[in-house]
Nanobody, 116 residues
Framework: QVQLVQSGGGLVQPGESLTLSCAAS????????MYWFRQVSGNQRDYIGY????????NLVSAVKGRFRIARDNDKNTVTLQMNNLTPEDTAIYYC?????????WGQGTQVTVSS
């Protein structure tokens, strides 16, 4: 079955960095665009960005552009979200996502807290 297993996250101070990982299985990762979302407590999940199946195209929303980077390793079936210069406004639960013909699948979510 489709699985997206996330790792990384935690508590950091403003200005620090974190990298989140999302390990995929159960589908053809190499042909699938991958997405990252985040959810601030009580709000809807907001789109952050995506990376194309081959990795040549990425998109990031303006709020994180220049600070976050999405990458993927198609040999390891992993997509990462590298987050630099974090601010308290980046505090959220972060999710990876894939949409397939069979449906939309989410990772379990990873808490990122940015606080001094």
């Amino acid at each position: 079955q489709v699985q997206l297993v996330q790792s990384g996250g935690g508590l950091v101070q403003p200005g620090e960095s974190l990298t989140l990982s999302c390990a995929a299985s159960g589908f053809d990762f190499r042909t699938s665009d991958m997405y990252w979302f985040r959810q601030v407590s009580g709000n809807q999940r907001d789109y952050i960005g995506y990376i194309s199946a081959h990795g040549r195209n990425t998109n990031l929303v303006s709020a994180v552009k220049g600070r976050f980077r999405i990458a993927r390793d198609n040999d390891k079936n992993t997509v990462t979200l590298q987050m630099n210069n974090l601010t308290p406004e980046d505090t959220a639960i972060y999710y990876c996502r894939v949409t397939l013909d069979s449906g939309t699948y989410w990772g379990q979510g990873t808490q990122v807290t940015v606080s001094s």
